[in-house]
């Protein structure tokens, strides 16, 4: 898994927009409400490699109404699901 970026705040401002506590949208995730804070505070702690971090990082976004791309920086260079998909 290569290094990704991605906007932690706009998460964050989301979730406190709609109203949603994260002990709430973790269980609804299937995870624990430190690892929403560790995302949202851009740390990599409570999340045993990148990928775990990056699948979560995932399910958060669509969870929360966003697009992967509004969120994660350089999305189609970083993820690499778009990459095994496209036709050579």
């Known amino acids: 898994m290569v290094n990704f970026e991605y906007n932690f705040e706009l998460l964050k401002a989301t979730r406190l927009s709609k109203k949603v506590s994260a002990?709430?949208?973790?269980?609804?995730?299937?995870?624990?409400?430190?690892?929403?804070?560790?995302?949202?505070e851009n740390s990599a702690q409570y999340f045993p490699s990148k990928s775990l971090k990056y699948a979560s990082l995932k399910k958060y976004i669509l969870a929360l109404g966003l697009k992967?791309?509004?969120?994660?920086?350089?999305?189609?260079?970083?993820?690499?699901?778009?990459?095994?998909l496209k036709k050579e």
């Open 23 to 40: 002990q709430s949208i973790a269980v609804d995730l299937c995870l624990a409400e430190r690892q929403i804070i560790s995302i949202e």
């Open 68 to 84: 992967n791309e509004d969120v994660i920086f350089n999305f189609n260079e970083v993820d690499p699901i778009p990459s095994l």
